[in-house]
Every structure is written in C-alpha cells, then in structure tokens.
C-alpha cells in the first residue's frame, strides 16, 4: 500500500484535489448542478446557478486551493532550506511579517499607487523582511536557532503591528484586523486570484529552481558548497519564493497557520524524504487540506462563523506540540 | 604535470604559505596537531575558504574554473557530516551526482561497491552505525568521481576495523589514477598507507616527503610537543606518544 502512494503519489494528489474541488464548488446550502452553473457562468447568464457557483463558490475554491498550494509549498522549502522540520511560515516570523505589512497599508493606505495589489506587496514585503531579518539573526540554518529568531522577530513584527493598530484612524480597527488574521477565504472575490495566481507561479517557480541545493543541503552547507552550488544566492531565491507565497497569501485570507508545518511532515515518509521531491506534493497536499477545512468550516451550524485559520490552527497547533515531543525525546 | 599545484596559499590567521604539489595515483596523509590547519588547507583547496596564494589544476587556475565545474574535479568529504533527514543510504550516493547534474547508475553503483556498502543500500542512514556512516560519505563523494578527493578525517571515531576499510578504499581510489589528501590523527595508520605526509604545525607546513622522512621525532615533538616512539621498519608501522 505505501508502496503504491509512493510510485503514484502525485497522480493521486492531483486525483484528489479535483475531487476536492469539486465537493467545494458542489457543497453549500443552496443545491445547485456545478457543471450547469459554470457553463451558465462562462456564458455570463445571470441564472441563480450561474451567481453562486461562480460568484461565490468558485473565487472562494480557488483561492483556498491556491493558499493551501502556496503555504504548502512553501513550508516544504523553508524545513528543507533551513534543514529543520519544525520550520513553518507561521514560526519563522513571514504570517507576521505579512500581516504587518498587509495592515500598514488598510490603514495609511501606503502604496495607495498600486491599488488594489497594495495589500499583496506589501504583504509580500513584509515576509521578505521578516524572513531576511530572521535568517541574519539565526546566521545558520541550525534548528533552535532558527524557531528563537524566528520567535523574536515575529514579537517585533507583533509590537509593530501593535503600534499600527494603536493608532490606526479608525476605532474598529482592531476588530477587524483580529478577524482578518484568523483567515478565511469567504467573500473574496475573483480579483484577488489576480494577485495571488501569478504570485503561485513566480513563487513556485523560484523555490522549484532551487531543488538541487534543497536536495544537497540534506548533508550540510559545506557539502552543498562543495558541489559546486550557491548556497547564500539559492537561500536567497528560496526565501523571497517563500515570501511571494506567504505575502500574497496573508494579504489576500489571513494567516492560515499551520499548513506549511504539517504538510511536509505527512508526505515525507512517501518521497524518501527527500527534500526535491517534497516541493509539487506539498502544494498538491496544502491545496487539499485547505479546500477541505474550508468545506468544513462552511459545513458547521449557523450563527458564529468558525474561522477557517482557526480551525487549522485548532488542528495543527496540537501536531506542533507532538512534534517538539517527539524532538525532546531525542534529546532526554 | 601534477594534478594540483599549491602555492604559497594562505587563509588570514590559519594557514601560512604553504605550498605542496600532488601527482595522480597518489594519497598524501595531511597530519599535525589539532588546530594546525589541516581542514582549513583541505577547504581552501575545495574552495569552501576564502584564501590567497594560487591553486592549479593540471595546470589551470582553480580561479578560473566555474564552481560546478571544479566540483567535478574536486570532491571534498568535510568532517562531521550529517543528514537532516532520513534518507536511503542510495539517495544520500545519488546526492553525489549533483556536480554532473545527473543520476548516473553506473558511476553510483561503482562508489557504492567501491566504499563496500552494498548491503545496506536501501537502509535509512539514521539506522546506520558510525563506521557504516562513515563509508556512506565516501561513497557520496566517490559517486561524483573527482580527480582529486580530499577527506577531512574520514576515520576519527571509527573502530580499527573501520579505520582500516576506509583507509583501503582511500588507497584504492588513488591507484585509479586518482590524487587523494587525506587529513588523518592516526599517524601508525598515516605512515600505514600513505605515499607521502604533510606536517603541519600552527599553519605552516613545517615537513612534505616519504613517512620515513616526516615521521622523525624531533619533526613531530615539535608539531605535537610530546616525545614518540617510532618504528617504521615494523609490519606495519607504529607511532605512539611515549
């Protein structure tokens, strides 16, 4: 059986994933045929059909599919980068470092130029920084190093985001950055995709073009040096990858926490864990998983919405403490 | 012409002038006492240190090969080599292909029969022993077949078993028209197998010949600072402090 998820896995994933997708653009309260609704969609027929499969539950699929995707991903290159698996955009200072950034701009409406990409930039500038200040301040890839910078620099970036909102001009601020940042794909529409499609792709394809040093640095940076590979230029495109993914994603549904650290972690014993061969897969997996959270969150009673970053949150937080269970025992 | 020329090569505070040459088909033992600048003239000449002085290659300036390139040449197996995650003892061989950018079954099949580690091909390295450990990062470097393979310590921590495994598949690989330098404490071992030794002694090389015309004990009490006992005309050589 393992043996079979390993020789077919991303065949699978991908088999998955549709059918996922399906299941999201299928489910809701309203019954409603998805082909027929898409087709009517496509057609600009304004039926009821037409509105809610694609109005509604398209944009809110598939941008579930492309955060899981992204935070999938990039969760896979920052364990492999920094050669630890407690890794995670969350942990490493980038969810906070795009959150500031992404509330900087709502609230002083800097960039104000970009329109509506602003929150994207400069979500994607604040990861960048975060996770660039986070990699000066551990100046190695050593695990516990890596999680008390990446701690230290999500508390600055948290202070300042707390000033942000201190003084931000309108007194509701708070509230809603507090719900934003619990992530959530609801309400988004169409137009975000235009930020966060292509961001998928660049992001991607930087953090792909880095497998090979991903793949040596299994055995260290001298060895990956010695084979003839750029390790600070590589880390360099691995990480503003990373905070392409990560800015965008933050900007556009929040901090969804927790993907990047569990994706990697439940593929890995299917690609020999292999660090190259974990990128695709998590993207495929982090799609899966946030598509089906939000399934769920939509499948709860009415009344108080649960949070779709919440309830990865509430799923994956319990796996991070296991995790550090599991490393003490290591060590005790 | 020799496979590499060292001149003059410096590394700020660790490494002074030292200038050395190598010929294909052969395996010089790099000894002396911690501290004296064995890994950093093995990672100079890698290229993993920043140095000055000239290092060719068959008479090329290793400035002016590209670093893929002169990876192919030039294998490096540092010291205290580790894998962040568990992989098969074949993935961590195949990792030595990088430099050529391929997978080729044949060159990793050759490393894995040359560092005898056929057996446990498939097993996940963190099941390994030490000493298995240790062949599996030669076979790493073997597998991207340089012409030149500098080991940093490969038998430190290993059992006289192991210790004498790895030191034979290192002889081995220098008769295949291979220069090896190898950074090795075991001096019995050193005189054991090497061609040639280059002492040492707070970054300068302070002796480069035959073991019997290094292995001295005014040489080496003044790189270790502690009397020796030395009899190379036994079978096989032994050095011990007194």
Redesign the interface.
């Known amino acids: 059986m393992a043996r079979l998820i390993t020789n077919y896995l991303t065949p699978l994933l991908i088999f998955f994933l549709l059918l996922i997708a399906w299941l999201s653009l299928a489910y809701g309260s309203t019954s409603v045929g998805v082909f027929d609704g898409l087709i009517a969609w496509f057609n600009n027929e304004q039926t009821e059909a037409a509105l809610i499969i694609g109005e509604i539950r398209l944009p809110r699929t598939l941008l579930a599919l492309i955060v899981g995707a992204a935070l999938g991903i990039s969760g896979a290159a920052l364990q492999g980068l920094l050669r630890n698996p407690l890794a995670e955009p969350g942990l490493v200072g980038a969810s906070q470092g795009a959150a500031l950034g992404a509330a900087t701009v709502f609230y002083y409406g800097v960039f104000a130029g970009l329109g509506t990409l602003a929150t994207a930039v400069a979500g994607l500038l604040g990861a960048g920084a975060a996770l660039l200040f986070m990699l000066l301040l551990a100046g190695s890839g050593r695990p516990a190093l890596v999680i008390m910078a990446g701690l230290a620099i999500s508390t600055v970036a948290g202070a300042a985001l707390a000033v942000v909102l201190n003084f931000a001009p309108n007194p509701y601020a708070m509230q809603e950055l507090v719900f934003w940042l619990m992530g959530s794909v609801s309400n988004r529409g169409l137009d975000s995709l235009i930020i966060l499609f292509p961001a998928l792709i660049i992001g991607g394809a930087l953090i792909l073009s880095q497998r090979h040093l991903l793949a040596a640095l299994s055995l260290g940076e001298q060895v990956a040096e010695s084979m003839g590979l750029s390790v600070k230029k590589g880390s360099r495109i691995t990480v503003l990858g990373a905070a392409c993914l990560v800015g965008s994603s933050v900007s556009v549904a929040g901090a969804i926490g927790f993907v990047g650290l569990l994706v990697p972690h439940m593929l890995r014993p299917f690609v020999g864990h292999r660090p190259d061969k974990l990128l695709i897969p998590a993207a495929l997996l982090g799609a899966i998983l946030v598509c089906l959270a939000d399934i769920a969150v939509r499948g709860m009673p009415l009344g108080r919405e649960l949070k779709l970053g919440v309830l990865t949150s509430l799923i994956g937080a319990p796996f991070f403490v296991w995790l550090v269970w599991k490393e003490r025992k290591r060590w005790l | 012409m020799a496979l590499i020329t060292v001149n003059n090569l410096t590394v700020e505070q660790r490494l002074k002038a030292v200038s050395l040459k190598l010929h294909r088909g052969e395996l010089v033992g790099l000894i002396g006492a911690n501290g004296a600048g064995k890994s950093t003239l093995l990672?100079a000449v890698?290229?993993?240190q920043k140095s000055s002085g000239s290092i060719k290659i068959d008479g090329n300036p290793i400035n002016s090969i590209?670093?893929?390139?002169?990876?192919?040449i030039?294998?490096?197996q540092?010291q205290a080599?580790?894998?962040?995650?568990?992989?098969?003892v074949a993935?961590?061989v195949a990792?030595?292909r990088?430099?050529w950018g391929d997978e080729d079954e044949a060159a990793i099949e050759r490393a894995i029969e040359r560092a005898g580690i056929s057996e446990f091909r498939d097993r996940i390295i963190d099941q390994l022993s030490g000493g298995e450990r240790a062949r599996v990062w030669l076979a790493?470097v073997l597998a991207?077949e340089p012409q030149l393979l500098l080991s940093d310590e490969p038998i430190a921590s290993l059992d006289i078993h192991y210790q004498l495994a790895v030191m034979e598949v290192l002889k081995n690989y220098s008769r295949e028209d291979n220069g090896v330098i190898v950074a090795i404490h075991d001096l019995s071992l050193a005189a054991r197998f090497c061609d040639r030794l280059c002492l040492l002694d707070k970054g300068e090389l302070i002796a480069l010949g035959t073991p019997a015309e290094v292995l001295t004990e005014t040489l080496l009490s003044r790189a270790y600072g502690v009397p020796v006992d030395i009899d190379l005309e036994r079978e096989p050589p032994v050095v011990l402090p007194k």
Do not use: F
């Open positions: 990672h890698a290229g993993l590209p670093p893929h390139e002169r990876a192919r030039v294998g490096i540092p080599v580790s894998s962040a995650w568990a992989l098969t993935d961590i990792l030595g990088m430099p790493r991207g």
